[in-house]
Structures are given as structure tokens and as C-alpha cells.
């Protein structure tokens, strides 16, 4: 009887009283199993396997999330480099990554590349205007304003007599200035910068300058100027020489000041002496209406 009860110990000892679920489509069963030694062997070993499984299934879907990351990535470099520069503004915000080296350089890259792409569209606008009409348009807009310039002329004529080839432009003397600008003028023998004070008689820009014995080389904002004088003494010499054209003439004054000639030099003088041969020719009208010389008889 003693060695019966030693050895339902034993047997008692050596099992595992479990409470296991056991699930049907219908109801969950609850039922008792009693597991020996190897029952719980195998309970642990499955258990473990099934531990590892759930494991292995999370790192393989998180792996294919990042796979699914890095060929996004992938894709959006492979379009930079086929010619299909990212957005900055997404690079900025953060929307957009790209691989950086420890070299660096590549968001300069990416800024150039930027810069290029709206250079090329903003150079697509192309001028279809020509050279002729250009021109007009710049003889249009000083005919828009002749009246006022051949007044001016007359007066500042009238004023400097004698000694209108004789001096050099000097600014107005007054109190009633509105405005001032300063230009480059080349004169006979010297180049210098010189201020330009408005008045409210001043009708327009030309014949500001002009009241102040002065060319302008544009009709609206002028940057340069030659003097009346210089002009007059290029008409002159035309007159004695026909052959002598404006670019050796400019060419010559540029020696006479020691400053390397500029080709546009001689585009600009072509302008003012153009606008004062149409000067003198209106004065020539208006004397010639005054004196009642327009009526054909």
C-alpha cells in the first residue's frame, strides 16, 4: 500500500493540470487536459515556435514597408537623374528626400539645376522686333516730343548768341528745380559726368537736356549726351568732307580723351546728330512760316 501511494505521488507530481480553450465555429469549450513531462516539453516548444513566428511575420512586414520606402525613394532619384529634376519647394518642406553624400554638394546641385530650368523658360520669349523697327519707334517717341525740344533749342540759342560753341554746358541757375539726373557727356575735347536739373517749364526729358546745351542719345531715360557743339563742328566738317563718316570721327574725340572706343559710342552720336539735323530742319519751317515762306505762290 505505501509503494501504491509513493508512486501516485510520483505520477501526480510528474503531471500538469492545464485549463486549455478550444475554439469551434459555434461556442468556445473550455477543457481540462492533464500533461505529463513530454506534453509540457512539447507545449513550451510550441509555444516558442509560435513566439517566433508572430516575430518573424512583424519584421517582414515592417521590412516590406521600408522596401516599399526605399523604392519610392529609388523611383524619385531615378526620375532626378533621368532628366526629371524634384520639386524645391517639396525638397524644402520636407515632402520629398534625396540621398546626401558626406562629400555634400547635391542640394547646390539641385538649386543649379532650378536656376537653369527657369532661365531656359524665361529665355523661350523671343523679340520678333527688328532693327528698323526699333529705330522707329525711338523716332516716333522723340517726334511725340519735338515741339517741346526745338523750343527749348531756340531759347537756349538765343541765350548762349555768340558764345554758344564757345562754352561748355553749365547747369541752370535757379531755385524752381523739380528733379535732377545725372549722364555721362562727351564733349570736344573732354568726357565728364554731369547733373541735369528740371524745371516746370521743362515740357519733357529732351528738352531739359537741351536747355542745357545737350543731345540726348533716347528719347526717354538718356544715360548719355553729347554736346550741342560737338555735333555742330561734326556737321560742319561733313559739310567740307563728305567721306569722313560718324565712327572715325567718334574714334578721334575717344584719343582726345584717352578712352578706349566703345562701337555703341558711335550708335549713340548717330542718334544725336540725327535728332539735331531734325531740329534745325523744324527751325528752318518755322522761320520759313513766320516769314511767310510756306505759301506756295
Not at 5 to 25: E, G, I
Not at 75 to 94: A, I, R, T, W, Y
Not at 138 to 153: N, S
Request: hydrophobic share 35%.
Amino acid at each position: 500500500m505505501p509503494k501504491t501511494s509513493q508512486n501516485r505521488a510520483t505520477a501526480s507530481s510528474s503531471r500538469l493540470r492545464t485549463l486549455a480553450t478550444k475554439a469551434t465555429p459555434a461556442k468556445r469549450v473550455v477543457e481540462k487536459r492533464v500533461l505529463n513531462q513530454k506534453g509540457i516539453r512539447d507545449s513550451i516548444a510550441q509555444s516558442n515556435a509560435s513566439r517566433r513566428l508572430y516575430r518573424a511575420s512583424v519584421v517582414k512586414s515592417s521590412s516590406d514597408i521600408l522596401m516599399m520606402d526605399l523604392d519610392e525613394d529609388s523611383q524619385k532619384n531615378n526620375d532626378f537623374e533621368n532628366g526629371q529634376p524634384m520639386e524645391l519647394d517639396d525638397v524644402l518642406d520636407g515632402t520629398s528626400s534625396f540621398n546626401l553624400s558626406h562629400a555634400g554638394g547635391e542640394f547646390e546641385h539641385i538649386v543649379a539645376d532650378v536656376l537653369h530650368e527657369e532661365s531656359i523658360q524665361r529665355s523661350k520669349h523671343k523679340d520678333h522686333r527688328m532693327r528698323r523697327d526699333r529705330t522707329q519707334n525711338q523716332i516716333d517717341a522723340f517726334q511725340m516730343q519735338m515741339d517741346g525740344i526745338v523750343d527749348a533749342y531756340m531759347v537756349w540759342a538765343e541765350k548762349m548768341g555768340d558764345d554758344a560753341m564757345e562754352k561748355r554746358p553749365e547747369p541752370r541757375q535757379t531755385d524752381h528745380v523739380t528733379n535732377a539726373i545725372k549722364l555721362h557727356v562727351m564733349d570736344a575735347f573732354k568726357s565728364y559726368t554731369f547733373s541735369i536739373s528740371f524745371i516746370d517749364s521743362d515740357t519733357n526729358v529732351p528738352a531739359a537736356l537741351l536747355s542745357h546745351g545737350l543731345l540726348p542719345t533716347a528719347p526717354l531715360r538718356p544715360s548719355f549726351a553729347f554736346s550741342i557743339r560737338v555735333v555742330e563742328l561734326y556737321r560742319i566738317t561733313h559739310l567740307r568732307s563728305p567721306h569722313l563718316t560718324i565712327e572715325p570721327f567718334v574714334k578721334s574725340l575717344c584719343d582726345l580723351h584717352r578712352t578706349p572706343f566703345r562701337r555703341y559710342l558711335a550708335q549713340q552720336f548717330s542718334v544725336a546728330f540725327d535728332l539735331y539735323l531734325a531740329i534745325r530742319a523744324s527751325v528752318s519751317a518755322r522761320v520759313d512760316a513766320a516769314l511767310s515762306r510756306n505759301v506756295p505762290k
